[in-house]
């Protein structure tokens, strides 16, 4: 689904109303809905919050966190709403608001915001909406800060009270929250990689809008939504065999780095394919065979000392003919013979390649190998190997991330994965996702030979490499979503992901 900014989720809002009959009142309250359903969610997983504060400014947000305030004391939870605002001062779908709450104890302006906090509870956010601009004054930047302060659960409505909803900067200051249920269609603003500290996970919410209008966007920034990326799953089907779900090919393998290659052969092999082959130095080869199982190594010609060499070319291109898909890069080592005979399979390979870790670093030492290879290519380089590529420094990628994964894309006629908190998916044509799954406990060794190797797996089951590259990279988070809900974050490893795959498959095919 398109990203948008906030003018075009007014004109959205407008259109729905005069065009469809879709009143405003309707979209709070289905907001608001989502909004508790959000909360009721989270108070399950930590198993025993029933308080629930809820902060609401005088706007349309407020007016949202009013209506999950009632939907939260309807399900019997002990529910406190704090008003940062007079009543007489608040807006006329807060007012409407107000007089449907009955069971919820409501506070106008309170004295000490930081008395109603001290206890554990889960803090939803309902201050200030898209339309914030400038800096962020008193008493909301109090409350922000408040919210900030006091380390509970944070929900925010729509946006982090205090975020630009189009630059994803905070207003002088911003509430950091731990999930925001963002409404309709997400905000361009929450997409970039440094509001990932401000939004925490993502939700989008289906808010009852005529899907007639959904099209308004001329954005060219998308996102892939649960219920999206569920047509994306690879189906199974009678009659078949191991050989109709697709052969990757994996080169991989120096003295030093033997798990990289087998991280990514393990999560081709959960990510569906029907056969996985590992290329390894023919030294190692014992290494490999005593830690394989399904996946199968095989032998290539060397150059001493477990480094592969130009000898091994003619193996490699064999076995890519073979294959459906390869993947080349994890563990493999920065030797320059190495390098060369990466940028020799490129160059003479009609296949499709994800480059991964020490390819990217090979294909930065001549780029230009991408425009005249018959392959089809996917690189999937951190901000690191991106500045590589791009002969820049790593914080002009940091500032640059959309930006720079479009122009590789185009200039190199490839597919780009630029991983991060806001990993971005460029495609040669001018197409741009931002994945919205994952949690910071994927930041550990292996978690990029596991995407890899998901991305591998389902080029081989038949996606183009760009659709590959987007639901790859969304599934990769999911199943590290779900290895964090059993593990958490900081005792988060590589292989947790690759074994809750099959998790996230079962989730996305449920929805």
């Known amino acids: 689904m398109k990203a948008v900014t906030p003018q075009e989720i007014r004109e959205m809002d407008a259109r729905a109303s005069a065009e469809f009959g879709v009143a405003e009142a309707v979209l709070m309250e289905n907001a608001g809905r989502a909004v508790a359903e959000t909360v009721r969610k989270e108070i399950s997983a930590q198993n025993g919050y029933s308080r ?29 709403v704090l008003c940062c605002f007079k009543e007489e001062d608040s807006a006329k779908r807060v007012r409407e608001q107000l007089g449907k709450i009955k069971k919820a104890s409501v506070d106008f302006l309170p004295a000490s915001l930081e008395k109603y906090l001290e206890k554990d509870c889960i803090v939803v956010d309902a201050l200030l909406g ?41 207003c ?31 939700i989008i919410a289906d808010i009852g809008y005529p899907d007639e209008i959904y099209d308004i966007s001329q954005s060219r920034i998308e996102v892939l939504a649960p219920f999206e990326a569920k047509t994306f799953i690879p189906q199974r089907f009678n009659p078949s065999d191991k050989r109709s779900y697709g052969h990757v ?54 150059k001493g000392r477990g480094i592969l060499g130009f000898k091994a070319l003619p193996q490699v291109l064999n076995w890519m003919q073979k294959a459906d898909a390869a993947v080349i890069g994890p563990g493999l080592s920065v030797d320059s013979e190495t390098m060369a005979l990466v940028r020799d399979i490129i160059k003479y390979s009609a296949g499709k390649i994800v480059l991964d870790a020490d390819a990217i670093t090979a294909v930065s030492e001549n780029a230009d190998i991408l425009n005249f290879s018959g392959a089809e290519t996917v690189l999937t380089p951190h901000a690191g190997e991106m500045a590589r590529l ?29 991983k991060g908190a806001r990993t971005v998916i460029a495609g040669k044509n001018g197409n741009l996702f ?78």
């Open 390 to 418: 791009c002969a820049c420094t790593k914080e002009e990628v940091e500032e640059n991330r959309w930006e720079l994964a479009l122009e590789i894309a185009e200039k190199r006629n490839t597919t780009v994965v630029l």
């Open 52 to 80: 629930v504060i809820v902060l609401c400014g005088k706007g349309n947000n407020g007016g949202d966190g009013l209506v999950a305030a009632r939907h939260l004391c309807d399900a019997s939870l002990d529910v406190k």
């Open 249 to 302: 090919f994996i080169v991989s393998g120096s003295s030093l780095y033997t798990g990289a290659g087998i991280m990514s052969a393990r999560a081709s092999m959960r990510a569906g394919a029907g056969l996985v082959t590992l290329g390894v130095p023919e030294s190692l080869l014992s290494v490999y065979q005593s830690r394989l199982i399904e996946e199968m190594p095989f032998p290539l010609k060397e």
């Open 172 to 202: 002088g200051t911003s509430v950091k929250a731990d999930r925001t249920v963002t409404m309709g269609l997400p905000k361009i603003g929450l997409l970039y990689e440094k509001a990932s500290a401000y939004t925490g996970k993502i």
């Open 130 to 170: 898209i339309g914030v601009s400038g800096e962020v004054k008193s008493p909301h930047a109090d409350w922000i800060n408040a919210i900030n302060r006091c380390g509970h659960f944070v929900v925010s409505v729509d946006v982090p009270s205090g975020l630009d909803a189009l630059n994803g900067l905070p």
């Open 434 to 511: 931002v994945n919205i799954t994952g949690n910071p406990g994927m930041a550990t060794g292996g978690s990029g030979d596991a995407l890899a190797g998901i991305i591998g797996a389902l080029i081989a089951q038949g996606l183009g490499s760009f659709n590959a590259s987007v639901f790859g990279v969304f599934l990769h988070g999911v199943a590290g979503d779900i290895a964090a809900s059993k593990k958490g974050e900081i005792s988060l490893i590589a292989s947790d992901i690759i074994y809750s795959i099959p998790d996230a498959y079962r989730m996305l095919s449920s929805l």
